[in-house]
């Protein structure tokens, strides 16, 4: 079985699985919404959680009528949001440390995923 973020999947692959052209991919990839690994030879390579990101930016396109532009800004959004939650946790480990060494106290993460309801 692949790790999620094994790239395994050829961009006809990954085309097929979504219902989408290979050039809506290339596109994405364009745009700078998607990176794509490459083998030596130059053929893109998709992992799942490449596949997850372009399902979400299909239904903010698809469903939600966003422009690239805004999916962009969404997705950065996002990234931006995980890197404060990461910062936070690890300030509040470090708070935990100083102030109890043997304190039991549990820290979630919070992962900002964008859902999108249909009416």
Do not use: C, W
């Amino acid at each position: 079985m692949y790790s999620y973020e094994e790239p395994v999947f050829l961009i006809s692959v990954v085309a097929k699985i979504l219902s989408i052209h290979p050039q809506t991919l290339r596109q994405y990839e364009k745009e700078g919404l998607i990176e794509p690994s490459r083998t030596d030879g130059k053929m893109r390579l998709y992992s799942q959680k490449d596949i997850d990101k372009i399902k979400i930016i299909l239904r903010l396109t698809r469903d939600l009528g966003v422009n690239l532009a805004g999916v962009d800004i969404i997705l950065r959004l996002k990234d931006k949001l995980d890197e404060l939650d990461m910062t936070i946790e690890n300030l509040q480990q470090n708070i935990n440390k100083q102030n109890e060494p043997k304190s039991n106290i549990t820290i979630k993460r919070n992962s900002y995923d964008v859902i999108i309801f249909k009416k």
